[in-house]
Structures are given as C-alpha cells and as structure tokens.
C-alpha cells in the first residue's frame, strides 16, 4: 500500500511538536508520504486489496496492524480518521463504526460475558439505556445505575463479577458532568474497566483517557462529523491489547463505516476546534440571556454558576459544551408550544450540527415517561433541550426570544 503505515506514523506523532489541539485537528488524518500527494485524504471506495501472492494475505490477516485486505477489517480512509481521533484523545489506536451505537455495542459486546455485572451512571444516552437492558434480559448482563456524584456510590455497588464502568462526560440532556478522575479510579481500584461517552465534550472540551478511562466511544455524528450529514461512530482504546481483543469481536459484528462515511467525518472533524468555540460561545450567550427570561423557569449548562457540577465543570472541561437545557415556567404545555414556535432553530432529535436544533423530551424522546419518571431522569415536563448552533448568537437569541414572549 502506498499509505504510511501505522509504525511511521506513531514515530511521526512521538518526534512531532507538542502541538495544540486546534492545529491536530487540522493536520492529524492528513496521509502524509514521500513526494507530492494529495492534501485531502483519498476516499478507498473499495471493498478488498489485490495482493500478488498467498503468503502476503495471510500476514496481513494477522491483526489490526496489518496490511489492507478487506473492507470490513481495514481500509486506508478509516484508518486515517481512526488515527486522528486516536491521536486526539491521546489513545494508542480506534476502531471507527457505522454509528455511535455499533461503536458502544461493539464494546460491550466484545468485553461481556453472561453473568458479569455494569455500572452506569443513570443518565445515559437512550440507545446505551436500551442496549444495557437488552443485555440485562438476554444474556443475565445486569447493570447497577448510579447517581455519578462520588467514587463512594460505585464502591458500594461494585460485585465479585462487576466488569465495567460505563460514563458520559457531559450527560444529555441533564448536562451532568461527573468527577471523571475520582469515579474511574475509583473504578479501576475496584478491578473496572473504565468507558466514557465523550459525544457531547469531544476532545476538544475534554480528553478522557486523561482522567483515566480505558475507553473512550463517540457518536462521531455529533460534534466531530458536526453537520448533520453522516451517521458514524468510533471507539478509542488506552491500551493496544485491549484495542486488540475489541477489534476482532467489531470485525466479526461488522459495524464497519463506508469509507465515504469516514471522510465525511475527517473533513467534519478538521474544522472540530473553531465550531467548538462557536457552539460554546452562542451556549453562553443564551444560557445567560435564558436565565434572565421570566418564561424560563431553570437553565442547565455546566457554564453557569450554580450547576451542581460547576466545579467538575470547570476543572474538566475546556469549554462547557454547546448543549443546554431550559425548563419552562408553563410545564409540558408551553414546551409543546415552544418548541412548534421558533422559526430559525429545528425542531429535530439530533446535536452536535452547525445549525441550531430544539427538542421537547416529555412529547418525544421520553413521551412514554409519566412525570415522576421523567423526573427521575433528571427532565421536567417543561424541559426543552437545545443543541446550539454556530450560526450569529445575536440572531439566534432572536428567535428564541419571539417563542418564548409569546407563552406569556
Ligand atoms: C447520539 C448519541 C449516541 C448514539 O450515536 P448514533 O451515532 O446515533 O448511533 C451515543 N451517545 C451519545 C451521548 C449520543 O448523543
């Protein structure tokens, strides 16, 4: 293959300057080889590699590290996205996925067994909810739920056959952020492999591994894809061994991304850094402006004073997210209302895109919850949930300000 390979380009990465986070995420898919090439990285839109004799195919079948053969085990495109994401998370190597949820399955599948025990922090993501239950009634997988306040909670409930421990670095849409570094140590004492959901952070906020994690998984349709164009996901791993018993489970479930899947998220994710600061900036505004509205009752973003996780907050995360949620005084109805209301802002279920969404949970994504459930979950019936977008703040809190004067 005309590729460099992963060894050039690991010692590449350990001779680079120590660069910033906002010039990685420019640079770091980029296929660099000798002579001219391409700037762009090529899209492999192949399913196999030709070789020219037997013996060659079978040492490239020998592990992840090994030459191109098919599609579904290895191809150049998402290798190079694998090694961006990689490289800024700080992991040694990734397995990308055809979505979030085939990274996360991919995961648990391949570390659980029958009879082992989870603990998770109670709000996480709907689609890892289900999963855990699934597995829960099928295969005796049981998973303890956790507040996620402090490393004493996951002493208590850990079991001879607990196994892993499962966390979201920014929680949605409760927008929680947990004492990372004290849970997962916590976690680790107790003999827990340590997996963070770092969707709503991305490395640009926070880079897990950091605090401790063993894994960290993305929903790459989020932030790191960032235009609401292309599902994808992706594991990455501390540790190579463990990379290593994970890619063979994920090769065999075959949740492997289309090649042009994966450049759309390394072209996403080239221009990750100066959406952040956007997203986060227009999060500020508004949560501010928010908080002063008399129609909104409550804001939550971990940017301001007063979130229960401020501290963590602050000592996490390199920007508090572009993510917020807000419960209006008018409960359930003014949330229908508000929602079906604002003209620039979306209505639709995703985040993480250049445009700005909003959401009502209690008449969608948890309309089957009954107030105290949805309690529960940390959501009012009231709660509208705000995936931020980068458009002019200004213009955004506009349209936010009609919606809401006009539930008064
Ligand atoms: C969206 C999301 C997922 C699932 O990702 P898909 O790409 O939709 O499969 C997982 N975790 C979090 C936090 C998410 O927001």
Not at 277 to 295: D, G, S
Request: one cysteine or more.
């Amino acid at each position: 293959m005309t590729t460099q390979s992963e060894a050039a380009r690991a010692a590449d990465r350990a001779q680079a300057l120590p660069l910033d986070a906002r010039t990685r995420v420019v640079h770091a898919a980029a296929m660099r080889t000798p002579g001219p090439g391409p700037l762009s990285v090529p899209i492999y839109q192949t399913s196999g590699f030709a070789f020219d004799d037997a013996d060659t195919i079978a040492s490239a079948m020998s592990g992840p590290e090994g030459d191109f053969v098919y599609t579904r085990r290895g191809n150049p495109t998402v290798r190079a996205l694998e090694s961006a994401v990689a490289d800024l998370e700080g992991g040694s190597a990734a397995i990308a996925s055809s979505s979030g949820m085939g990274a996360i399955s991919a995961v648990l599948l391949s570390l659980l067994r029958p009879g082992d025990h989870v603990l998770a922090q109670k709000c996480l993501y709907g689609g890892t909810f289900s999963t855990l239950s699934d597995l829960a009634r099928r295969y005796g997988i049981e998973t303890t739920y956790l507040e996620g306040d402090g490393p004493e909670e996951i002493a208590a409930a850990r079991r001879p056959n607990s196994r892993l421990l499962l966390l979201e670095t920014i929680a949605n849409p409760t927008t929680r952020v947990c004492d990372l570094p004290a849970l997962l140590a916590a976690g680790r004492a107790g003999g827990l492999l340590g997996v963070v959901d770092n969707s709503l952070a991305s490395p640009v906020l926070c880079r897990p591994i950091e605090h401790g994690a063993d894994i960290v998984v993305h929903s790459t349709t989020k932030y790191l894809a960032g235009h609401s164009d292309v599902i994808g996901g992706i594991a990455v791993f501390a540790d190579p061994v463990l990379h290593r018993t994970v890619w063979a489970r994920a090769v065999e479930l075959g949740a492997t991304p289309d090649p042009f899947a994966a450049w759309l998220t390394i072209r996403g994710l080239q221009t990750l850094a100066v959406r952040m600061r956007q997203h986060c900036e227009n999060a500020a505004l508004l949560a501010e402006r928010l908080v002063a509205h008399p129609a909104v009752a409550a804001v939550h973003w971990p940017g301001l004073d007063g979130h229960p996780d401020r501290a963590a907050a602050r000592r996490l995360l390199d920007g508090y997210g572009g993510m917020l949620s807000f419960d209006l005084v008018g409960g359930r109805e003014a949330g229908r209302r508000f929602v079906g209301a604002v003209r620039l802002a979306r209505l639709a279920l995703s985040i993480g895109g250049v445009e700005t969404l909003v959401t009502h949970p209690a008449s969608t994504s948890h309309r089957e919850l009954g107030d105290r459930q949805l309690k529960e979950a940390g959501i009012g019936a009231g709660t509208v949930r705000l995936a931020v977008g980068i458009e002019h703040g200004e213009d955004l809190w506009r349209d936010l300000d009609r919606a809401l004067s006009a539930l008064i």
